[in-house]
């Protein structure tokens, strides 16, 4: 099965920052991943799908990139109402595996 | 508006049987492609199963294969998880999720329900 793991698994920034967390396959998954956001006690929510198309509804601030093995989440400038884990999943084959979070704080 | 409401959350004892249901309304329940996705306290998400719209298709996380059973009753709108010989490490809040048709993407979540196994 096709390993997800994201870096890093925890930042601290400061309001206005870029942040930039990144997602890696174990192979090739070509542009099936989904970024997802979670705040504390809710559900996960679709930041990005197809590695790079903005979900409706979400701020232009979130961007994502990537194709094959390495993905990039990219906030430009991060707000405060950001603070939340961040998961990517691949959706190209099952499992949907999802990598491993990354908790973003604010500084 | 679409919503999912799970529900057969429980204390089970190690080894102990469970079946979680999720109803689905808002939208055409068996257009669409259902997940089970499981979260530890304090854990990340973890993809159980899927089940294709009709039933026919179906996959499992390797840590659950053999035990839990995913199935649809398309005609009540209900999504349901059949979870045998259940582990500590099953304990977690299990939400059921809707997928986008052609994308991949889980863009409906319900609000989840918990699961304890403890002795």
């Known amino acids: 099965d096709i390993q997800m793991t994201q870096s890093p698994s925890s930042l601290s920034a400061s309001v206005g920052d870029r942040v930039t967390i990144t997602c890696r396959a174990s192979?090739?998954?070509?542009?099936?991943l989904v970024w997802y956001q979670q705040k504390p006690g809710k559900a996960p929510k679709v930041l990005i799908y197809a590695a790079s198309t903005l979900q409706s509804g979400v701020p232009s601030r979130f961007s994502g990139s990537g194709s094959g093995t390495d993905f990039t989440l990219t906030i430009s400038s991060l707000q405060p109402e950001d603070v939340a884990n961040y998961y990517c999943q691949k959706y190209d084959t099952e499992p949907r595996t999802f990598g491993p979070g990354t908790k973003v704080e604010i500084k | 508006e679409v919503q999912l409401v799970e529900s057969g959350g429980a204390v089970v004892q190690p080894g102990g049987s469970l079946r979680l249901s999720c109803i689905g309304s808002?939208?055409?329940?068996?257009?669409?492609?259902m997940h089970w996705v499981r979260q530890s306290p304090g854990k990340g998400l973890e993809w159980v199963s899927l089940?294709?719209?009709?039933?026919?298709?179906?996959s499992y996380a390797d840590s659950v294969k053999g035990r839990f059973t995913i199935s649809r009753d398309n005609t009540k709108n209900s999504l349901h998880l059949h979870m045998n010989n259940l582990r500590i490490e099953d304990s977690a809040l299990y939400f059921c999720g809707k997928e986008t048709y052609g994308a991949g993407k889980i863009e409906d979540w319900g609000q989840g329900t918990m699961v304890i196994v403890s002795s």
């Open positions: 192979q090739d998954i070509n542009n099936f």
């Open positions: 808002g939208f055409t329940f068996d257009d669409y492609t």
């Open positions: 089940i294709s719209w009709d039933g026919t298709g179906t």
